[in-house]
């Protein structure tokens, strides 16, 4: 396996919950940094962030369960991402860090998921947040309005059963090869979670390597799946990554009536095709497209409005008294710490002194 930058390495550590695989970087009394990955990546992929950070910042950016080489515990669906919110307090408090007024913390897609989660169950551990092309307060798929309605009462065309059985299959079966690029993990992931236009200064084996240490079962990714009486005939199961992520279990919005919260910054790329008001791994915009046949009708199922929704729960939080920031990335995609790490880095510093 090839290794990320120097100074930027893995070790275990136990908690009560579970062992945990963490990559750190930076002196251990240095100024604390919580950095959280996305969905079929891990905390390896900081490691272009990392590099660009001020010597004084202490990286902790683990891997969550279902991903790396942390413990591999199954991720229970029903409690949406409050399990790996709850992994990360736990590591948090394990390394002494809760209790004081300096850690900050950065998450990337479900990553930003998972601190929307920790701001509501421990608004005073945080001092200040970053988030990266987060996922909605209402989850993926499945919603509409800025307000997060769902679309079908059993939250059809969410959870594990939207994921692409080929890509499933692939993952399980490390297949790093590229024929066939819209099912091939390796180009999934370069093209849609990737570098972008940076592709050429990451090492591409490094990443790939990640991608394959994700669980692939019921019990991590992509998560069970039940039939629906609803377009487009699937629903969310009850374990799993993807299913963590449904809007029937996850909802986060009331980290918007957080009072006096910590400072969030928003970083959003123009060109993201995974979290956006267009969403191409959403259902109803490939169905919109003609790509999933049977769609009802945006009158039904129109595509979720994912930044709207976003935006609307910040925009409550701002209200609460909480400061919030929104940087927009022109033609930058949804890999930011990969595509943009400089405009990450700078960002995050950037919070850490508006703290």
């Not at 945006?298 to 935006?311: G, H, L």
Request: glycine share 14%; with cysteine; hydrophobic share 35%.
């Amino acid at each position: 396996m090839t290794r990320p930058v120097r100074g930027f390495a893995g070790s275990m550590v136990d908690t009560p919950r579970l062992r945990q695989h963490v990559w750190t970087s930076g002196p251990e009394d240095g100024r604390p940094l919580l950095l959280v990955h996305g969905n079929i990546t891990t905390g390896g992929f900081w490691t272009y962030v990392a590099q660009r950070l001020p010597d004084d910042v202490r990286v902790i950016a683990p891997d969550l369960r279902s991903f790396g080489l942390t413990e591999a515990k199954p991720v229970d669906a029903t409690r949406g991402l409050r399990d790996m919110a709850d992994d990360a307090h736990d590591l948090l408090e394990t390394l002494g860090l809760t209790g004081r007024d300096d850690v900050h913390a950065a998450g990337w897609s479900m990553g930003g998921g998972v601190l929307q989660q920790y701001l509501i169950d421990h608004p005073g551990d945080l001092a200040g947040v970053t988030l990266m092309a987060p996922i909605s307060p209402y989850g993926f798929g499945g919603s509409r309005g800025a307000d997060g309605r769902p679309c079908a009462p059993d939250w059809a065309g969410t959870g594990g059963g939207t994921a692409a059985p080929d890509f499933v299959r692939r993952l399980a079966e490390r297949d790093a090869g590229s024929g066939e690029p819209l099912s091939a993990p390796r180009e999934v992931l370069l093209t849609f979670f990737g570098p972008g236009s940076n592709r050429a200064n990451v090492d591409e084996d490094f990443l790939v390597d990640e991608l394959f240490t994700t669980r692939v079962d019921d019990d991590h990714y992509p998560g069970d799946a039940v039939p629906s009486e609803h377009w487009p005939n699937v629903g969310p199961g009850s374990r799993g990554v993807l299913n963590s992520m449904s809007g029937r279990y996850y909802d986060t919005s009331a980290f918007g009536d957080v009072p006096d919260g910590p400072p969030i910054t928003w970083l959003r790329g123009t060109a993201d095709q995974v979290i956006s008001d267009r969403s191409m791994f959403d259902f109803a915009t490939l169905g919109e497209l003609g790509a999933v046949p049977g769609w009802p009708g945006a009158e039904v199922m129109p595509p979720q409005p994912m930044e709207t929704q976003f935006r609307a729960v910040l925009e409550r939080y701002a209200g609460n008294g909480g400061r919030t920031r929104e940087v927009v990335l022109d033609g930058v995609g949804h890999g930011i710490p990969l595509e943009a790490p400089d405009a990450a880095a700078a960002e995050i510093v950037r919070t850490m002194g508006d703290a």
